[in-house]
């Protein structure tokens, strides 16, 4: 593994490269990434970058939005068939009917959403920023897509929205239930519970802590309790342990999405090697998926 990652870091001077790796990446992935973190702060990153090449170690519909955020670099998808099952839920097509049905509702989508969809949307949001994308909008009917649970949420932060949702979900997220919860905190009384939004509302109503995970770890860092009972996937683990040492993490066993892990060293190595698979999309498709993408990177 040692000539792996001196590899890697050869290849990546050579090509001008920075590597993007999600929280839920396999730990040696994290370990070699320039950045590791959620959806919002790996948009960011890839949109002030000065690197030449982008490398995404995610599923595709982050690399993709790299791509809308930098269309004249060079992003590579290591794993090229790493597709998230929901952003497969909900496509371009049902943005539209969705408009034809609610004439006059404005569109927010979660970016965990293919480029196509992302092109229908009014505005794209994360889990970091979807509250404050929703009560921005001038619109009261908000359409949200693709993400059921995580509208929910927004919604009844907002009580003033009339949220109008589409059925997707995050399966990992949704195989969570309330009673995985109440099981571990028989386990663990004292542990706090961390949720993220694409769970149930049911595990949601469990939380001490309801967040991305990038507010997950800062919680866990900034807290004085010593057990943590995370609701989200399990990659999260490698990194909650290396910046909370001391701290224990307990998570439900169904938590681990197999997409996410995908990505290895050895699939970096030959994608450095080859520049290939490089993220294509058509112009009108990256030009109209452009503004919804850059308003989420605004709305922090």
Known sequence: MENLRERI??????????????????PEVQDIADLVGDSLGLSLEAAKTDADVIVFCGVTFMAETAKILNPSKIVISPEPDAHCAMAGM????????MRRRNPGAAV??????????KAEMDVCCTSSNVLDVVS???????IFVPDS?????????????????????????????????????????????????????????KADVIGSTEMMIRSA????????????????KHRLMKE??????????????????????????????????????????SERAYNPVKRMTEIK
């Open 9 to 26: 870091s050869s290849l990546k001077k050579k090509r001008n490269a920075i590597i993007l790796a999600h929280n839920y990446t396999l």
């Open 90 to 97: 909900c496509g371009p097509e049902d943005i539209k009917e």
């Open 108 to 117: 927010v989508g979660y970016v965990n959403s293919t480029a196509a969809s």
């Open 136 to 142: 921005s909008m001038e619109e009261q009917d908000i």
């Open 149 to 205: 649970n995580l509208g929910a949420y927004a919604g009844s932060r907002a009580p003033s929205k009339n949220m109008i949702l589409w059925k997707g979900f995050c399966p990992i997220h949704q195989s969570i239930t309330a009673e995985m919860i109440d099981d571990l905190k028989r386990e663990h009384p004292d542990a706090l519970v961390l949720v993220h939004p694409e769970c149930r509302s049911q595990v949601i109503e």
């Open 221 to 236: 860092r900034e807290s004085d309790s010593k057990g943590f009972i995370v609701a989200t996937e399990l990659g999260m």
């Open 244 to 285: 909370c040492p001391g701290k224990s993490f307990y998570f439900p066993d169904v938590a681990l999405c197999g997409v996410m892990k995908m990505t290895t060293l050895n699939s970096i190595v030959r994608c450095l090697e080859t520049m290939s698979p490089q993220v294509s999309l058509p112009a009108d498709i």
